[in-house]
C-alpha cells in the first residue's frame, strides 16, 4: 500500500484502531471485568504470546506508521498552541455529540456503530453497573475530542494509543520501530529514559502524543472531578495503563487514579457488541445528567 497524500486515511474507520486495540488487549486481559473471565489459563497464554503486529491490518499498520512518524515533541507544542486555547466554537455537550455523529466513516453503516452510539453504549453500562453519575457522564463525553477529524486533523493525529513525547519511547508502545523515522529518534536530548522531564515529574507535565484525549481533558478540566479527568485524559495511554510503562514518570496523583483509568478502560472497549442504543429516547438522561455538571454551553 503506498499513500503518497500529504493528509492520508489509512484506515477506513476511527473504529478500525479500536478494534486493533481489542484484538490486542482482549477481555479476558482487562485489569477490571465486572463478570468472572470465561478464559481458561492456556487460552490467556495463547492471547499473551500471539504476534498482533504481525497480524495486523495493512491499513492499521501504515496509521501506525504516520503516527509514529508524525507525532514529535514539537508537533505536540504546536497542537497545544492551536487547540487548547478553546477558541474555535462553543456548544452544549449533547449538541458536540450530535455534532460529532456527523463523521461518517467508510465502513458499512449498517454494521459499525456510529460515534453517539458508542458514547451512549459506553455510558449505558456504566449506567447499568451502577457507576457514579459523574462516572457515566465521562463515558457520554469520553469520545467527542474526535471532532478533531472534523477540523481537518488526520487520523493518526485523533486516535490511537497515546505515548509520552521527549523521552525515550517504550518497546511496549504497539510497532516500536516506526519510532526510528521520526526526527526526535535523532535528537538524544529526547532519548534518554526521562529526556526533558525530571524523574516523578507527574503526568500533568508530560507531553503526551496529541489526540482526542488531551484534547477533550481540556475542554472539560473545569467540569468533572479529577477522577473523571483522568479517565479522559489517558484512556488511549495503553503503554501506562496495560504494559505500565513510565512509572519514572509518575507522581502520587497519578499513581491514585489509575484505578480509575483502568476502571474505564473496560467499557470503552468491549461494549461495542452491545445492542444498538435508542438515542432518541436516552437524551432526557442525558440532557439531564449533563446539566448537573456543565454549563449550557461550553467551550471548544
Ligand atoms: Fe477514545
Ligand atoms: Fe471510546
Known amino acids: 500500500m503506498s499513500i503518497t497524500d500529504a ?63 508524525h507525532q514529535t515533541h514539537d508537533f505536540v507544542k504546536a497542537k497545544h498552541q492551536e487547540y487548547l486555547g478553546l477558541k474555535r466554537m462553543q456548544m452544549g455537550v449533547w449538541e458536540a455529540a450530535e455534532y460529532l455523529n456527523q463523521l461518517v466513516d467508510d465502513s458499512d453503516p449498517d454494521t459499525d456503530m456510529s460515534q453517539l452510539e458508542h458514547l451512549l453504549q459506553t455510558a449505558e453500562q456504566l449506567r447499568r453497573d451502577g457507576q457514579p453519575r459523574w462516572m457515566i457522564l465521562t463515558g457520554f463525553v469520553h469520545d467527542l475530542g474526535k471532532i478533531l477529524c472534523l477540523w481537518g486533523e488526520p487520523q493518526w493525529a485523533v486516535v490511537g494509543d497515546t505515548f509520552p513525547t521527549g523521552c525515550a519511547y517504550s518497546d511496549k508502545i504497539v510497532f516500536p520501530k516506526f519510532f526510528e523515522a521520526n526526527p526526535d ?84 472497549l468491549y461494549t461495542k457488541s452491545h445492542t444498538k442504543p435508542d438515542a432518541k429516547a436516552l437524551r432526557p438522561f442525558y440532557e439531564e445528567l449533563i446539566a448537573e455538571y456543565f454549563p449550557a454551553k461550553i467551550r471548544w
Open 7 to 69: 493528509n492520508p486515511k489509512p484506515l477506513q474507520s476511527l473504529d478500525e484502531w479500536e478494534d486493533f486495540m481489542k484484538e490486542r488487549y482482549p477481555e479476558s486481559t482487562a485489569a477490571v471485568v465486572k463478570k468472572p473471565s470465561v478464559g481458561t489459563d492456556a487460552e490467556k497464554k495463547k492471547e499473551e504470546f500471539r504476534n498482533y503486529e504481525a497480524d495486523a491490518r495493512p491499513t492499521v499498520r501504515e496509521f501506525y506508521r504516520l503516527n509514529h512518524l
Open 185 to 268: 529518534s535523532q535528537n538524544p536530548v529526547y532519548q534518554t529514559r526521562t529526556g526533558v522531564y525530571q524523574e516523578g515529574c507527574g503526568l500533568d507535565n508530560v507531553l503526551m502524543s496529541w489526540g482526542h484525549d488531551e484534547y477533550i481533558y481540556n475542554v472539560c478540566k473545569d467540569y468533572l472531578p479529577i477522577e473523571g479527568l483522568y479517565m479522559l485524559r489517558y484512556h488511549s495511554f495503553y503503554p501506562w495503563h496495560r504494559e505500565q510503562q513510565y512509572s519514572h514518570l509518575l507522581d502520587e496523583k497519578d499513581r491514585k487514579n489509575l484505578q480509575w483509568v483502568n476502571a474505564f478502560n473496560p467499557y470503552d
